[in-house]
């Protein structure tokens, strides 16, 4: 089992940054690729960008490509999301997700994580 608690969201003007921490517990978070999502009112929940249990392999949502980086420190059990540029439409609430550990690369699909923290609100105003 492994608990999800993410940090760092707020309210950012247009054009702000915003750093998002995912800080994990329970078992090795070395060994489970890992996602943000976001999901604004009356949208789906979307993948922004995911990273490999190593760090080697990345995905990033077309939206968010060259504004948003994703990290992970896995001596600190950690998974970070550095959003630059942010636009009006970024406003939404954003979870981290971990996969199952036999699944090391990441994905954009909400249905192949089995773990999700609580959610951090992210609203960026004009």
């Known amino acids: 089992q492994v608990q999800l608690v993410e940090s760092g969201g707020g309210l950012v003007q247009t054009g702000g940054s915003l750093r998002l921490s995912c800080a994990a517990s329970g078992r090795t978070f070395s060994n489970y690729a890992t996602g943000w999502f976001r999901q604004a009112p009356g949208k789906e929940r979307e993948c922004v960008a995911a990273?490999?249990?190593?760090?080697?392999?990345?995905y990033y949502a077309d939206s968010v490509k060259g504004r948003f980086t994703i990290s992970r420190d896995n001596a600190k059990n950690t998974v970070y999301l550095q959003m630059n540029s942010l636009k009006s439409e970024d406003t939404a609430v954003y979870y981290c997700a971990a996969r199952g550990a036999n699944y090391p690369s990441p994905s954009r699909w909400p249905s192949s994580y089995d773990y999700w923290g609580q959610g951090t609100q992210v609203t960026v105003s004009s």
């Open positions: 990273i490999s249990w190593s760090g080697g392999s990345t």
